[in-house]
């Protein structure tokens, strides 16, 4: 298992080069989308308006964080469930989005965009929103205020620690840990 | 003489409940994890633990959530049947101590005023309340702020009694699967048997009130509870779903009666962020 430094915008050869399981910390600038951002995003660029960022090499990050104490950049920002952004997942990567980060299985058509379009699904360890917090430095909200914690933010980090799952190549993190680990007995095996 | 409470005290001990959860993993949830690092056997597996001790550590010491999604407001109360409670609307000061609660302790508004329509409410309210009268005099509040990832993987189904045991634990263990990485394992599995359509999944949600790992008080339930914690722990998911030996910390299963065509079994899935709070008023 490879460990990649990246700082953003992440290049086609970078997300090329990462492979499932690899290590992959963040630095930079990434910006916040959630369930109702990217519905907004999708209809925006449906209507023939631009993305709230440039989308080439960008990183999207699926948090919704708590408010900030007075003295906090941002408050707890962990990553939510992914899945509900598969049905937007394809169009964002075809913008030119690298890398996504979130939790838990995408469906076979994120997996395949990923793979004809050269980037990468990482996953942040969930429920860890007061330890990932210390990895941003700032945050600002730059798209859909009125969506409050699910507004597009952008946010500046610092080794963003994350792990690849699913890679360029069709690799799947998920699959293969899960299969080193499964009892010869198990009633369900990995999927 | 009826012994009195004024609601007033009850929205303070909500707020602070809300918080309190939210900022320190309960004891029993801390245990469980701590099991669970000595047990898991996976590098990968051993890292997400020691991240999650740390994390923990890091939100009570700095009094901020340990999770960004600070949850629904599950408030249970158990009434005693000789208590008059005075001072204004009962479940208008859960309300209200919720919303303060979230408001004061800097905690995410996640709760929504319509399913379709959307539009946030602003304070995380409506808390959700279930309420329970017993005897006595006494107002015993739980509260649970649950996460949407794991409540998202619950599953209910209504098998055919023919079904039996192996039906609803291979159930149990498809759903728990099913799951994965997307509920933030280690899970706390809640499994409620019988009852009907609504009940069951009252008792799933019920059981994950019981502290963690506690035994079902009927040792052939206590058993079952143990047989489904080594079928889930041998799925392979482990923490965060990486891969490894512990995914889930505990199982519990709260049973009821039935109907004689009925089998229903619900399971409610949460997450390792097991944020949980109880007092006695």
Known sequence: ?191 | MVRELHVDKIADAVASMVMEANYTLEPDVAAALEKARKDERSPVGQAVLVQLAENAELAQSEQVPMCQDTGNALVFLEVGQDLHLVGGDLYEAIHRGVARGYQEGYLRKSILDDPLRRKNTGDNTPAFIYTDIVPGDKLHIRVMTKGGGAENMSQLRMLPPSAGWEGARRFIVETVAAAGPNACPPLVVGVGIGGNFDKVALLAKKALLRPVGRPHPDPEWAAREQELLTEINKLGVGPMGLGGKVTALAVHIETMACHITALPVAVNIECHAHRHKEVVL
């Open chain 1, 1 to 191: 298992m490879a460990r990649h430094y990246l700082t953003t915008p992440i290049t086609p050869e970078q997300a090329r080069a990462i492979r499932s399981g690899d290590e992959v910390y963040i630095t930079g600038t990434i910006y916040t989308a959630r369930d109702a951002a990217h519905k907004r995003m999708v209809e925006d660029l449906e209507a023939g308006r631009p993305l709230p960022f440039n989308p080439q090499g960008a990183v999207i990050y699926y948090v919704g964080p708590t408010p900030p104490k007075p003295g906090q950049a941002v408050g707890s920002a962990g990553p939510t469930t992914s899945y509900r952004m598969d049905k937007y997942t394809p169009t964002m990567l075809r913008q030119g989005v690298k890398a996504v980060i979130g939790k838990g299985y995408r469906g076979p058509d994120v997996k395949a965009a990923l793979v004809e379009n050269g980037a990468v699904y990482l996953a942040a360890t969930g429920g860890a929103g007061a330890l990932l917090a210390k990895r941003i430095e700032k945050a600002e909200v730059i798209a859909y205020a009125d969506l409050g914690t699910e507004a597009v933010r952008r946010l500046t980090v610092k080794d963003f620690p994350t792990i690849c799952i699913n890679d360029a190549h069709g690799g799947d993190q998920y699959r293969d840990g899960q299969l080193q680990w499964v009892e010869p007995d198990a009633m369900v095996k990995p999927r």
